[in-house]
Every structure is written in structure tokens, then in C-alpha cells.
């Protein structure tokens, strides 16, 4: 049994002995053998594990030195902020390797918790005399930390050698600034896997789950009841299910994707072994709910299996987990909890956004973790047609590298894809495709289209007419205000049996409307774009404003989603007049303009009814191409990613990509001068969560505008910890805007500012 009072601690809180803490890493070095089998082949490094256990084994040795062990222990120290990483340094050298497989474990140890830069310069700036690296070293106990070393093998140690850090750093320094960084693929791998084990044996965590084949019983029950009712699974699902190569499913909305998909990853995972599987969506509605469901127990892998990531995670779980405890604290702890566990690869299945990936390629920090997690893994995109040229681009980076260099197979599934853009996918790898069959596409006549006249405020009578009869009237507008102002008029008919959703409502009061609308959806339903990748929910009949085809299909969905074997093809009506502000949202007219000739088209030739099976030919009519400015957009995109990747180095992060990544998000978030007080009062509570809850999304060129027209204020309050009253208080920057807000409406961006003066005692 170790005795911290006399042996080397690695750990302070709570006090954990050196060799305790390599024990733990060791563990999860065991279960990353078993998760990422494929990692030595592509690192092409045979013997990756048993370098990766020395890294382990060696990177935090250089806290035997007695001023560190001061600070571990709570006592005076002199240690002054060294770094300890660099004393350990000494013992690796003495190791009998080859000098370049030594070459990457110094470097992987070195670099373990500091940026390659500013290590170097702390370096340079802390040991500038010549001895001053090696009297600190005499500091080292060196018989207590061999002793350690003897616990985990015989490693033939002669006398520790003393080598100077900066002969490391320095030389690492001068290959970075060459860009000729030495086994740069294999290092990268390796630190990616030393950085796993360290950073999981310091949270304590002790095991890792695979995800076993036995978890995907749930199809073969979903096939047997298909089976015992006369049916059976989809040809493009059978197919899916048997296929060795990266795979293009092309298969109508409600056709199974995700059943196709699942069973193409059991078939891969059979054949190619462990891996972590992402399930990539672009909008945080979709990923909510797949999360759900792969998380079922019942008709998925169990909620142990799978975690999800996206920019609102924490509110997602802050609105489940308080609505089941009803207790604060201790929801606040469990968000932290599962967020972190969501964040590391404990889950074998995440669903996330593309972005949750293509972070890590743009080298923001901790990419190198996310790198290795994606090593022999599996990619599944839905939805991919969703995404603008600039983004499809960076996914078409991410293929390449992932594929390529980390040994992914990617599924790619979608029901309306332009030929032009899945040649892009296509070139990436040897994707076949595989498409759904005639028949059933015959079976999929759903909706009706009808081109109307003017805008859809002009037929705001007729809906009414519709609502009275008992129809579940859905309206779809492309801008929040037009959405505003026809939910204001068709509420008078539908009373409290309506919705209105869209992009202006706090993520608290959205939560709540998405809820009801799982729960017992409203006879009326009005919103933006937003409603295209709303919850599951169905409605007999469609008004929308004009937008393009990929767009009108997926609201369409939204309409006769689930009764349509035994129900006549439901109306969609599309209005040909464009409201002014139509142009911010969709401002390529030439993709509306095909649009609605398409529309025109279909009217013509086939009374209205979409054939599912021509939609393949009406995308291609749409978007033939590339216009010259998305054109553009997709090749510097993908030039200017390609390059980062290719400069892609562990232990060296870029400012200028981290702040290219994150350009992308155009939103800025304010507190509506309503829920000022409200929002103050979470804070003083620390319920951070919350707060952040009640605060609306707004685009970054209207914060200018309304700071210049005066109702946008800054406000700064400060709190000390509840229950804390001498800690000292944390200060909290925030911004209001004097605009209505509603629960019903959301944020009225049109409306005068209100007239209450806010500049009170309190918040002056």
C-alpha cells in the first residue's frame, strides 16, 4: 500500500502518490488499446503502445523535485512557478532507444501541458546562466523516482543524463519555424493518446466503453416486428447493411436513414473493428432528438453509450435535469458532470454538429485530443445538402484529412443532394451509392404544391377560413417580423391552441414552445425556417413564403409526414411575391427564380403532386453549379483549410485560425430589457446556466446599429458566491436592449424603444 507521507506525490487534492497516478494512466492506456485498435496502423508505427507507455510512465517524474513536492504537500516552497514537465526530461534521455523514437517521447513529455512557444521561452528566460538548469535539477530525488521507474519494469537505466531543455524545445522551435517538424503524424497521434490518458487518469476515471455488437439487437427487433407484420427492411437499408466501402445513401425524408445507417456501422464495425462513431447534424433540434433516440434502451444503445455536443449543450441538459430534480444545486453539478463526460471520448457514440470536428482541424486548443479520438473512427452526415458553400467546404477538408490520414469511414446520407456537390463528397474517397428504389419512391406522394399569388400576408383570410374547418394549419415565413405579423392575426382565430417559433425567443422560452409541440402540438403553427428542423410533428396542410427547392421540401415535410399510405397527397401552398427583406435570408435570385419555375413545372405536368423520385432532377435544375460567388467561396475556403491541416503541428495552436474559426458565428447575445431583472437575479445566485437561458440571439451588424440609435446599453453588476460574503464578488458584463419582448412574440426588432428609464439606484 503507497504512503503518501513518505513517497513521491504526483497529485494534491486529492493526494495522489507518483507511481498511483502512472498506475491510472496506465489503465486508460489499456482501454484506448482496446477502443482505437487500428491507432498503430494508422500512425504506421508498430510498436505505438508500448512508446505510448513509456511516455506515461515518464512524463510526470520531474515532480520528484523537493520544492515541487513542498507545493503538493501544502508547505513553503521555492519552487516558483517551474515547470515540472522539464525534470523529467533528464530520465527519458538515459532511456536506451533509438534517437528518434526518444526524440518523440521528449517531445510528447515536454509538451504535455504548456504551448511548444512558451515553453521554449520560459526556458530560455528561467535558465539563461549556464548550471542553472542542472543546479535545479540536483533538487530532483532521483533514488526515489528510480524506485518509482523499477515499479513498472526493467528500463536498464545507467547514470540519469542532464540535458539542457532547450536542447528540446529549441530544436522542435527550429523545425516549427521550417515547417519540417520530424514524424509530425506520429507525434501528433502520440500526444493526442498521452494527453487522453493524462487528462482521464486525473479526473479519475477508470474505464472506457467499446460498443459492443450486441448493442445493435434492437434492428434485428425492428426487423422481426417489420417482418411479422408483412414487411420487412427498405432494399437501400439491406444494402447499406452489407457494403464494405464509404457509402452515399440517397433515400426520401421518413425513409429510415438512420436505420440504414446504423446498419452499415454494425456491418463496418464487424469487419474494420472499434472505433468512435460521431453522428454529424447541422441544427441543435435534430441532435436533441437523435440524442434521445440512439440513447433509448429500447431503440438504441442506452444512454451510457451515447453523448451528444453542440454550442446550447449545457441548457439542454440544465432544462432536463431541473424539470427531473427540481433541485438547482445539484443540477448545476450534474450539467458539469455530464458536459465533461460529453466532452471526453467515454461515450463510443456522440451526435454533434460538424463544427464540434472541425474545430479540431482548425487547431484550436486541445485538437490534438480531438485528432486521436477520431483515429479509425466512423463517420455518419445527415443532412448534408444543409450546409453553405463555405461550410461544405471545410466538411470537405474534413473528410479528406480524417479519412486519409486517420482512417475513418464516413456514411454520407441525404434526400436532396445536387449532383454537383456530391461529386465533391465522391472525390474525396471511393463512395458508392446506393439509392432507394423506384417503388418505393412511388409510394412517397405526399404533397401537392400550388403556386399562389402576392405574399402570404394577403392571404391571411384564407388561412383563417382553413382553421375554422378544423384543419392543423402550419405557416412557414423566411423572417422573423413576417412571422410576427401573420401569427398576430391567425392567433385571434385559434386562440391559445397556437405557436409561434422562431430565432428571436430565449433559449428558456423556445425549450418550452419545442416541448409543447412534442407533447400535443397546437392546431396552429407559425415560425421561420427554424420549423424546418423543429421536432417530429405533422400538420394537414402548409402556407409558405417563397425560398429555394432544398428549403420548401424540408418545410413540406413538416405537412402529411406520417399518414401518407392511406392519405391524398396534402397541399403545400408556396407564394410567389417575396417579401423586401427576403434577400437577407435568400439572396441568390437566380436559385429562386429556378425555384419557382420548377414549382411552375410541377403544377403543370403532374396536377401539383411532387414525385419524390424527380427531386434528384429539380435539385440539379436549381443548383446546376456553383454560382461564381459561392464558387469562389467554396475553393478559398477550402484552399486556406487545407493549408492549415497541412501545417497542422501538435503543441502549437494559431491565433489567426482560432479567430477564423469562430468569425463564422455571426451571433452576439443581449438580455431583453424585460428580463433584466430577472436575468440579475440568476446571477447574484450563480445560477449561470440560467441566466444565459434568457438571452436572445441577434446578429453582430445590429449590435452596432443599436448601440448608435441608443437602446442598446452595456450593464456591469458584481456578486460574491452565495453564502460567500467575504469571498470577493465576480463581476458580470452584460448587454440590454430596450426592445419588447414576449412570450408569445418573442423579440419585436421593429417596435420603438420602450420609454422606462433603467438607470436605477442599483444597476446606475
Known sequence: MSNPITELLAKSDPQRTLQEHIEDGLRILVCLQKC???????????????????????????????EFQKVLRGEPSKWKFQRHELFSLPFVRTLPLESEVRKLIERVVAGHHKNIRKLNSHVRDEYEEPGDFEKEFAKVDVAKVLKVIAAFGNFSMEEVKVLHPREITSKYMAELNNDCISSSHQLLLMTGAFQQCDHLSSAFVESIEILPLDKFTFLDKKQLDLQAKGNDFYSHQKKAAIEDRPVIVTAPTGAGKTETALLWLRNQMEKYGQGRVFYVLPFTASINAMWRRLGSSDEGFGAENVGMLHGNLDAVLYDQLLGETGNLQRTIEEVKRIRNTFKSLQTPLKVVTPFQLLKHIFGLKGFEKGIFEMTGGYFIFDEIHAYDPAVFAQIIVLLEFAMQKLGVRSLIMTATLPTFLKKEICNVADFAEIQAD???????????????????????DRMAVELRAGKKVLSVCNTVLRAQE??????????????????????EDRSEKERLLKENPPQLLVGTQAIEVSLDIDYDVIYTELAPLDALLQRFGRVNRHRFWNNPP?????????????????????????????????????????????LQHYMDLVYPDFTTEDREKFDNTYGYLKNAVARLVPMETSKQTEEDFYRQFDGVKIVPSELRERFVKRLEAFDFIGAERLKVSIRRTEVARWFT?????KYEVAFSPPGKPKKSPVEFKFLVLRLPYSKILGLQKTAEPLSVSFLDEQFA
Do not use: M
Open 709 to 713: 440609435s441608443g437602446i442598446l446599453d
Open 36 to 66: 482505437f485498435p487500428k491507432t498503430p496502423e494508422v500512425a504506421n508505427v508498430a510498436p505505438f503502445w508500448e512508446w505510448l507507455r513509456l511516455c506515461v510512465v515518464f512524463h510526470d517524474l520531474g515532480k520528484g523535485h523537493g
Open 438 to 460: 423506384d417503388e418505393l419512391y412511388q409510394r412517397f406522394r405526399r404533397h401537392r404544391v400550388e403556386v399562389l399569388p402576392g405574399e402570404i400576408t394577403g392571404s391571411l
Open 570 to 614: 396534402c397541399l403545400c401552398y408556396v407564394f410567389e411575391g417575396r417579401n423586401k427583406k427576403d434577400k437577407f435570408i435568400y439572396s441568390n435570385q437566380e436559385v429562386i427564380e429556378n425555384t419557382l419555375s420548377i414549382l411552375r413545372k410541377i403544377e403543370t405536368e403532374n396536377d401539383g403532386v411532387i414525385d419524390e423520385k424527380e
Open 486 to 507: 401573420v401569427f398576430d392575426f391567425l392567433k385571434q382565430v385559434a386562440g391559445d391552441d397556437s405557436i409561434l417559433l422562431h430565432g428571436a425567443f430565449n433559449g
